[in-house]
C-alpha cells in the first residue's frame, strides 16, 4: 500500500484496509484483481486527506472527499476513473459506518461522478467469422498453443464469457455431448452455457491432441495450459487476440471485444434481452441493455447508407 505509506498510515487505517479486503473477498466475492482496484482508489484518497493534515478516517469528511475528487478533475482524470474512485469512496464508508470504524458515513451525500457512456468495439460478423477462420488455419500445424487459441478464440465468441472465466475453466467444466460449459463469474455465480459445431470441433482438436502435449504433472484439471503445462494467463489470450487479429487483417481487439461482439450478434440475429442477459451472466438487465444501442446505432448507419430518403 504505497500511497498510505507514503503519508505514514496508521495502524487504524491499516487494518481497515485490509479487513475491507476481506469483507470484499469473502462476502461480496469479488476477485483480487477487483480488490486491488478498490484498494488502490482508498489509497489515493488517504494519501490526499494525509497531505491535508487528515490523518485518521474519522477525520474525512464530505468536504475531503469533494476536494479529492475536484483535484482529480482539475489533473484532468478522466470520467471513468473520477466515477470508479467514487464509488470506492462510497463503499468503503458505507462500511465502515455499519462496523463501527467512522461515526458517521461522510460519502453518504457524496454526488457520483459519470463515467463517459461509450459504446463497445464490436466486430462485424463476416469479421468475426474472418478471425476463427484465421485461429483455425494457424492450428493447422498441430502446434498444441496454435490449437489453444483456436479453441479459446472459439469458446469466447462461442460463450461470451469474460477471458478470466475462460482462463479458470476446468476440464470437467466442458461437455463436448450436450455443448455446453459451466463458467464461474462475478460474486462466484455460476452458469451453463451453449456454445455450437465450431466450437466442439476446436475443443475436441485440443483437449485429444493439443492438451496432452502440453500437460504436466502439475497441470491439475486445468482446460487451457501455457506452454510450461500450468493454467493459461489472461495475458497470454489478451496476446493471441491481438495477434490472430492482426494475421486476420480485422479491428485489432481484446478478448473482451469477443464478448461484446457475441452478445450483438445474439440480438442481431434475434435473440431476447434476458436470454443474452443470462448468457453473459449480468446482474442487471440495464448492463446488457448497452448492447441494444449497438445494434440500433449499426442499424441507423445501413440505414443512412442505403435507404433513398435517409
Not at 457520483?112 to 484465421?134: F, G, I
Not at 485440443?206 to 502439475?218: E, K, M
Request: glycine fraction near 8%; hydrophobic fraction near 45%; charge should be neutral.
Amino acid at each position: 500500500m504505497t500511497a498510505v505509506s507514503e503519508v505514514r498510515a496508521t495502524a487504524d487505517q491499516v487494518r481497515a484496509l485490509a479487513d475491507f479486503a476481506t469483507h470484499l473477498r469473502m462476502q461480496r466475492g469479488l476477485s483480487d484483481h477487483t480488490v486491488r482496484a478498490y484498494l488502490s482508489d482508498l489509497e489515493h484518497l488517504l494519501a490526499y486527506a494525509g497531505r491535508h493534515g487528515r490523518d485518521e478516517l474519522c477525520d474525512i469528511d464530505l468536504g475531503v472527499l469533494r476536494g479529492w475528487l475536484a483535484s482529480m478533475a482539475a489533473a484532468q482524470r478522466s470520467r471513468s476513473t473520477l466515477a470508479r474512485r467514487g464509488a470506492a469512496a462510497r463503499t468503503f464508508f458505507e462500511w465502515a459506518s455499519r462496523t463501527g470504524r467512522v461515526p458517521a458515513d461522510p460519502a453518504l451525500r457524496l454526488a457520483s461522478a459519470r463515467a463517459a457512456s461509450r459504446l463497445p468495439t464490436v466486430l462485424a460478423v463476416d469479421s468475426a467469422a474472418q478471425l476463427l477462420d484465421v485461429a483455425r488455419t494457424r492450428a493447422d500445424d498441430a502446434d498444441p498453443v496454435h490449437l489453444r487459441d483456436w479453441a479459446a478464440l472459439e469458446l469466447l465468441y462461442a460463450t461470451g464469457a469474460r477471458v478470466g472465466e475462460i482462463c479458470g475453466l476446468d476440464i470437467d467444466d466442458v461437455d463436448l455431448d450436450e455443448r455446453t460449459v459451466r463458467v464461474v463469474g462475478k460474486g462466484d455465480k455460476e452458469r451453463v452455457v451453449p456454445f455450437g459445431i465450431p466450437a466442439a470441433d476446436s475443443l475436441g482438436h485440443w483437449i485429444s491432441r493439443g492438451r496432452p502435449a502440453l500437460a504436466t504433472s502439475t497441470s491439475g484439471s486445468a482446460l487451457f495450459l501455457g506452454r510450461r503445462g500450468g493454467r493459461v494467463d489472461q495475458r497470454q489470450l489478451r496476446a493471441v487476440s491481438h495477434e490472430v487479429a492482426g494475421l486476420a487483417g480485422v479491428d485489432d481487439i481484446a478478448p473482451h471485444a469477443l464478448r461484446h461482439s457475441a452478445a450483438t450478434h445474439l440480438l442481431q440475429g434475434g435473440s431476447d434481452l434476458r436470454s443474452v442477459q443470462e448468457v453473459l451472466g449480468h446482474a442487471s438487465l440495464a448492463t446488457t441493455q448497452r448492447y441494444t444501442h449497438v445494434t440500433a446505432e449499426r442499424l441507423r448507419a445501413s440505414f443512412e447508407q442505403a435507404h433513398p430518403r435517409a
